[in-house]
């Protein structure tokens, strides 16, 4: 398994100061920058583009950029993101027209691709993608809102996939995104994750450092090795 990387989601930063609290998480020991990115129509929120990503890239944050898409349709913001410097760019299949095309499109444009399973949405999707992603986020909230509370059943299926990920024997990150606190991401880690967004329980921490520090000990707790 893959060394593990915690991802603050910026939807918890404080907009007005969003370059520093970037850098400042990032200094704290962050490893990737999560952006998370709803069309009040996938999803009922509405929250940033790529101007954003541009933004931050031009301000000189060099850290890779997760860009979880929440939008429908997803092909026509795809190149936009990967401009504006998105390293990984993840998407949910129910967004697509053509899931295999679109993997194709982002990957076409630079960036590394991933595929998005909400908690109820069926694996079935990986046994046709598996080998063309770099990535497999499980949300263990549904999508929309940040600040929810994590979902429990979605811990047996976090195992699941860390098992098809381990047969395929390529290297694919496996993330999770969704109520992510230092008191349950042991249980995530065990489970078998190795990327971990975390919004609020960083953002709204007053000690950055601290908190992800935790939260590594925590991963160290559960890592399946």
């Known amino acids: 398994m893959q060394s593990p990387w915690i991802a603050p989601s910026i939807l918890s930063a404080d907009f007005a100061r969003l370059g520093e609290e970037v850098r400042t998480v990032l200094e704290a020991g962050a490893d990737v ?27 000189g944050i060099t850290a ?31 967004a697509s027209e053509h899931v295999d095309r679109t993997i194709g499109l982002i990957r076409e444009h630079g960036c590394r691709p991933g595929l998005v399973l909400n908690p109820a949405s069926p694996l079935h999707w990986l046994d046709h993608v598996l080998d063309k992603i770099d990535m497999v986020l499980l949300m263990s909230v549904n999508p929309g809102f940040g600040g ?18 381990d047969r395929s024997g390529r290297e694919i990150r496996l993330e999770v995104d969704g109520g992510i606190k230092v ?12 990327t971990f967004v975390a919004g609020s329980a960083i953002f709204g921490a007053k000690d950055y450092r601290a908190t992800i520090a935790a939260m590594r000990e925590q991963i160290r707790k559960g890592d399946r090795g």
């Open 33 to 59: 920058v999560h952006f998370d990115v709803m069309d009040n129509h996938y999803v009922p929120n509405l929250t940033i583009g790529p101007l954003v990503c541009e933004a931050l890239r031009k301000a």
């Open 148 to 165: 929810q509370s994590f979902i429990p059943s979605v811990l047996p299926k976090i195992t699941r996939v860390r098992e098809m990920i």
């Open 183 to 194: 008191d349950n991401i042991q249980a995530v880690a065990a489970a078998g994750a190795d």
């Open 64 to 94: 890779p950029i997760d860009v979880h898409l929440m939008v429908k349709p997803v092909d026509r913001i795809v190149p936009d993101f990967a401009k504006a410097g998105a390293t990984w760019i993840t998407f949910h299949p129910e």
